[in-house]
């Protein structure tokens, strides 16, 4: 999935010259937490709620009139950006990485879009199918590739069709985890013939009859 599918093409932006106390009220009534600066459509700068209340919240301390003052002289200028091509995945690993809560989009030198924190979890529900009535199923299997090829062909036999499908890495060595969530919500037949081929079935846990 690419980040132009899933970024906000309508954020919040303002200009260098908008005053603190504008940008203030823009925050507390529209409730974003980022707002990208701009001059002609070019992304120059980024503030966050957070910065902007603490701002604010010094300014009120040391009695500084914040109509007199812009956002330009506080925004941040070193921004890491993404582009609308970029996969959800990169971009997830780097605001991981770099503890942020948010990526302008950038495309030519124009700000396109914004993707945020809330923006990757939004995706990654739709991404698991968790959202739709289904049912998890796990299970722990030798490193090879025929296997997920096998218990595919077990859900198809059963007419079963795949939400999602994930692979991690198992705690024990030279095996895999296959997560895959199945539109049903009994999951019990074709756990059953999944264990008689002789895989280790996680989850869900049924007892042994």
């Given at each position: 999935?690419?980040?132009?599918?899933?970024?906000?093409?309508?954020?919040?932006?303002?200009?260098?010259?908008?005053?603190?106390?504008?940008?203030?009220?823009?925050?507390?009534?529209?409730?974003?937490?980022?707002?990208?600066?701009?001059?002609?459509?070019?992304?120059?700068?980024?503030?966050?709620?957070?910065?902007?209340?603490?701002?604010?919240?010094?300014?009120?301390?040391?009695g500084?009139?914040?109509?007199?003052?812009?956002?330009?002289?506080?925004?941040?200028?070193?921004?890491?950006?993404?582009?609308p091509?970029?996969?959800?995945?990169?971009?997830?690993?780097?605001?991981?990485q770099?503890?942020?809560?948010?990526?302008?989009v950038?495309?030519?030198?124009?700000?396109?879009?914004?993707?945020?924190?809330?923006?990757?979890?939004?995706?990654?529900?739709e991404?698991?199918?968790?959202?739709h009535?289904?049912?998890?199923?796990?299970?722990?299997?030798?490193?090879?590739?025929?296997n997920?090829?096998?218990?595919?062909?077990?859900?198809k036999?059963?007419?079963?069709?795949?939400?999602?499908?994930?692979?991690?890495?198992?705690?024990?060595?030279?095996?895999?985890?296959?997560?895959?969530?199945?539109?049903?919500?009994?999951?019990?037949?074709?756990?059953?013939?999944i264990?008689?081929?002789?895989?280790?079935?996680?989850?869900p846990?049924?007892?042994?009859?």
């Amino acid at each position: 999935m690419l980040v132009e599918q899933i970024m906000n093409r309508n954020a919040v932006t303002v200009t260098p010259t908008t005053p603190i106390k504008e940008v203030f009220e823009i925050v507390k009534h529209t409730r974003v937490h980022h707002i990208p600066i701009t001059t002609n459509g070019k992304l120059i700068g980024l503030i966050t709620a957070r910065h902007l209340r603490q701002h604010c919240t010094l300014a009120a301390t040391e009695g500084n009139d914040l109509n007199q003052r812009t956002v330009g002289s506080i925004m941040k200028t070193n921004i890491i950006t993404a582009h609308p091509l970029d996969f959800v995945e990169d971009v997830a690993l780097v605001m991981y990485q770099m503890h942020i809560g948010c990526l302008p989009v950038v495309q030519q030198g124009q700000f396109v879009g914004l993707v945020t924190e809330r923006d990757i979890m939004r995706t990654l529900i739709e991404m698991t199918g968790i959202s739709h009535p289904s049912s998890q199923i796990e299970v722990e299997v030798e490193n090879q590739v025929e296997n997920l090829a096998k218990i595919v062909q077990i859900f198809k036999d059963h007419q079963l069709n795949i939400s999602s499908a994930f692979i991690y890495p198992s705690t024990v060595p030279n095996k895999k985890m296959l997560v895959f969530r199945v539109e049903t919500i009994d999951p019990r037949i074709v756990v059953s013939k999944i264990k008689e081929a002789g895989y280790h079935v996680i989850w869900p846990s049924l007892p042994e009859e």
